[in-house]
């Protein structure tokens, strides 16, 4: 690749400065790291190719996420012989998460009044070492021992 590279040179008699030299270096080695206009060209053209890809992404997942919205905002959460579609999983903060097995909405109920109160207890238990848990899931609450699935 041919440089062009024009740097004042002021005449020193032969002698160069080296204030001269690494002005001199310094503008070769800037030359050297530009793009020739044909690379500035192509990466010009790969940066907004690579742009527009994210914006058209962009674009996807929001359409996606819209329709999932008015899916979910039309779905009865029902099965179609009427049956609730429903799937839920209680958590030990007593909350109840649900799953729509239809729109994959997600409800939270919160815990009610029965549900934190055996929450509490269970965690009262546990914390005075009443409670244990062993590695293939049994639990014993005060000397009871339980399977849990
Ligand atoms: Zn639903």
């Known amino acids: 690749m041919a440089l062009d590279v024009t740097v004042p ?3 020193t008699g032969g002698n160069m400065s080296e204030e001269t ?11 050297a790291r530009a793009p ?14 690579l742009a527009h890809r994210r914006m058209t992404m962009l674009r996807l997942v929001e359409t996606e996420q819209k329709s999932i919205l ?6 009865s959460h029902r099965k179609p012989d009427g049956e ?3 799937g839920g999983q209680p958590m030990a903060n007593g909350r109840m998460y649900k799953i729509c097995l239809r729109c994959q909405k997600v409800l939270v109920d919160e815990p009610t009044q029965e549900m934190t ?3 509490n207890e269970l965690q009262r238990q546990a914390n005075e070492g009443k409670m244990t848990i062993s ?3 049994k639990v014993t609450v005060a000397d009871v021992e339980m399977q849990v699935r």
């Open 84 to 86: 609730v579609a429903m």
């Open 9 to 11: 040179v002021p005449h």
């Open 70 to 75: 008015r899916r979910q905002a039309l779905c």
């Open 36 to 49: 020739s206009p044909e690379e500035a060209a192509t990466q010009e053209e790969t940066k907004k190719r």
């Open 21 to 31: 030299l690494t002005r001199i270096m310094t503008a070769a080695i800037t030359a």
């Open 117 to 119: 109160l055996a929450v």
């Open 135 to 137: 590695r293939d899931g």
